[in-house]
């Protein structure tokens, strides 16, 4: 597809993007000379083996002036040892928020970096910063990896964000998507319902819709001591899912988009896409190339080549349903012809474009020898079949459990109940709803003899999984995924019920899940083998919490390809 780069540029409000994306003026700039501040901390994102990009915004009351910013990177804390520095602007057209693309840096080294505003020519006071470390070249011993996903504000404190804070290495952390919601602060509205709503309410206390709307909200969550701290502390590999736009977004709409109340999905989408790119640590799209088209690749020396994949606005054709989807036939659902209609091989989750590069990166890693191949995706790929809950339980203990709960929980239990007798999955909005590009993917694994670890965020649960071929006769790769920072997970709605060991032993590729916890994966990568740790916080009610190993899996791969076995250990 040929794209008009001034057209594309024009829409994403990117036109004229000099250093740090900033907007270049025609003329000599008059400089704020007023009081400003950072509110809202600093981050760094997208390493490489000899830059990073830092990002903060600053804040100033009264002015559309641009604001000088002052930007060091240093290997020491107290920045005597300055390798890096200049000065960036912060403008309005950019939401007075500042991105640097640092060059020139050593790999495997960790920097501190800081930025401070400018008055009359010179940086005013210690600013805000953090510490960074570029990507390491060569040969390595180990990778560590920090991976989080799905943070409602209203919902709970961020402690699994300051847990990552608090540990004592992470090389990158990596957000897998949901980074904000689009909700507003309605009584109904997701997460409202939580007891720290009443003091975690969403800003604007609406459901996004205008740029204006996006940049509040990311710089409402960027106001959070705890997710600032985490930022602070190592850089991160972004991805967006569907609600930094809205839910169950598609390439064409998204389901909480409703055109003739809400207007043109185009506008909304490139609204939150232009605010996540101002508000978030990552590089700036390529010139030529459209801002949804968001996957590259991170290459941590020979033990691991990163993948970060984009599987919602550039591609993914719209979800099926099973309420418009199921065709009835005789009085019975025709799960026949569902099945045939969810395998059609034209249900995209990627484009022709991102399989090609993803196959093209895979067998250049493999050829360079390097030990993983990890893909940073947003949705759960294992097959999963929704648990029969009655089976499990018992008919008396079910029956008690639906009295327990209210219709609009009860309903979609009875709902699951039903697919899982049918062997229909339950999340049509993942990986399960677009079978045929699930198996390019495998097959693209397979062609190439590949080691892969898929990582995956959206559905509030940790999983330890494996994927195995649509014959079930080879294992491909392993996957764990990620539960949320706070987002309430299935478990959530119904305390008690042995969800995790029915899904366990339902499903084939279900090694391990766990649909109530809150908290993060951390992730070390070493020649021969990799070990996922599901951390999960005490509590997201409190602010003091705790952290425990839920478990513990190691993932050792196979001799000419996929994996040899996900064990816990």
């Not at 919902?155 to 897998?176: I, K, M, Q, S, T």
């Not at 196959?359 to 050829?367: H, L, T």
């Not at 029956?399 to 219709?407: F, I, V």
Request: glycine content about 10%; proline content about 6%.
């Amino acid at each position: 597809m040929t794209i008009d780069r001034r057209r594309a540029l024009a829409l994403f409000g990117l036109g004229g993007a000099g250093a740090a994306g900033e907007a270049v003026a025609a003329k000599p700039r008059t400089y704020f000379a007023g009081r400003a501040a950072f509110l809202h901390g600093a981050a760094s994102g997208d390493p490489l083996e000899d830059r990073v990009v830092l990002w903060t915004r600053i804040t100033a009351e009264a002015t559309t002036a641009p604001i000088a910013v002052r930007w060091d990177v240093a290997t020491d804390p107290g920045f005597k040892a300055i390798v890096r520095q200049g000065q960036a602007t912060a403008v309005s057209a950019r939401d007075y928020t500042v991105k640097v693309d640092v060059t020139g840096l050593k790999p495997a080294t960790d920097y501190f970096y800081r930025f401070r505003y400018v008055r009359n020519g010179k940086p005013v006071g210690k600013g805000v910063g953090g510490r960074t470390r570029t990507l390491p070249k060569g040969q390595v011993r180990d990778v560590v990896l920090a991976v989080v996903s799905c943070s409602l504000y209203p919902n709970g404190y961020f402690n699994a964000y300051d847990a990552v804070a608090r540990l004592p290495r992470v090389d990158a952390v990596l957000h897998l998507g949901d980074y904000i919601y689009e909700y507003g602060a309605a009584p109904d509205d997701y997460g409202m319902a939580s007891p720290t709503a009443r003091t975690r309410v969403p800003d604007p206390p609406r459901e996004l819709l205008s740029l204006d709307d996006y940049r509040r909200r990311h710089a409402l969550y960027k106001t959070d001591p705890a997710l600032q701290a985490a930022h602070a502390r190592a850089p991160w590999i972004v991805v967006w899912d569907d609600h930094e736009t809205a839910d169950n977004s598609w390439i064409g709409g998204a389901e909480n988009h409703q055109p003739a109340t809400e207007g043109d999905w185009a506008k909304r989408k490139a609204a939150g896409i232009k605010a996540y790119y101002e508000w978030m640590p990552i590089r700036e799209p390529a010139a030529g190339t459209l801002p949804e088209a968001s996957w590259r690749r991170f290459q941590f020396g020979d033990v691991v080549t990163l993948l970060m994949t984009e599987t919602r606005l550039t591609a993914r054709t719209h979800q099926l349903d099973y309420a418009h989807d199921l065709p009835i036939k005789d009085g019975k659902p025709d799960v026949a012809a569902f099945v045939a209609k969810l395998n059609d091989p034209d249900r995209r989750m990627m484009g022709q474009g991102q399989e090609q590069w993803l196959a093209r990166e895979v067998d250049a890693s493999i050829k360079a020898g390097t030990a993983w191949q990890v893909l940073g995706n947003q949705v759960v790929m294992a097959r999963v079949v929704p648990p029969d809950l009655k089976a499990a339980m018992g008919e008396a203990a079910y029956g008690a459990l639906l009295a327990k709960l209210p219709a609009y929980v009860a309903k979609p239990v009875e709902q699951g109940r039903g697919l899982s007798l049918a062997g229909l999955p339950g999340n049509l909005d993942a990986w399960d709803g677009y079978p045929a590009d699930r198996t390019r993917v495998h097959d693209i694994f397979k062609a190439y003899k590949a080691r892969p670890i898929v990582l995956s965020g959206d559905s509030h649960a940790f999983w330890a999984n494996e994927l195995w071929d649509d014959a079930g006769a080879t294992r491909v790769a392993a996957e764990f995924g990620v539960t949320s920072v706070t987002s309430p997970g299935y478990g959530d709605y119904l305390p008690g019920a042995p969800l995790d060991q029915a899904y366990a032993a339902r499903n084939k590729e279900v090694k391990f899940t766990d649909q109530s916890a809150k908290g993060f994966l951390l992730l070390t990568l070493e020649h021969g083998r990799a070990t996922g740790e599901l951390i999960a916080v005490s509590t997201i009610l409190d602010p003091k919490y705790e952290t425990r190993v839920l478990k513990r899996f190691v993932v050792t791969p196979g001799d000419g390809g996929g994996v040899k076995a996900l064990a816990e250990g």
